[in-house]
Nanobody, 128 residues
Framework: QLQLVESGGGLVQPGGSLRLSCAVS????????FGWFRQAPGKEREGLSF????????????EYSDSVKGRFTASRDNAMNTVFLQMNSLKPEDTAVYYC?????????????????WGQGTQVTVTS
């Protein structure tokens, strides 16, 4: 069974950067689509980036929500079996628990309920 473990969260000042990692075990990355989501206290889970399946073989297609476009970059390293989220120009409103998620659905998946596998989450706090 696929397992996802996030790491890399922490406390950062506004304008700073963090890189989140999502270590994947139980399968190789190629056959899964991956998403990054976040959830702040009292708010619904928000989708941030969406990466297609088979990207390692055919090239990644990655789409972003408007709230992070131009600041966040998702990527995958098939050799490391890890998915990343590089977060730059962080703002206090980026404070949340961040999750990676995976689905064996072909192509891109944009909705949280399309994902079958979730990590435990990592806290990101942006404050001065």
């Amino acid at each position: 069974q696929l397992q996802l473990v996030e790491s890399g969260g922490g406390l950062v000042q506004p304008g700073g950067s963090l890189r989140l990692s999502c270590a994947v075990s139980g399968a190789t990355l190629d056959t899964y689509a991956f998403g990054w989501f976040r959830q702040a206290p009292g708010k619904e889970r928000e989708g941030l980036s969406f990466m297609n399946s088979y990207g390692g073989s055919y090239g990644d297609t990655i789409e972003y929500s408007d709230s992070v476009k131009g600041r966040f970059t998702a990527s995958r390293d098939n050799a490391m079996n890890t998915v990343f989220l590089q977060m730059n120009s962080l703002k206090p409103e980026d404070t949340a628990v961040y999750y990676c998620a995976a689905t064996d659905q072909y192509g891109l998946a944009f909705q949280a309920d399309e994902y079958d596998y979730w990590g435990q989450g990592t806290q990101v706090t942006v404050t001065s």
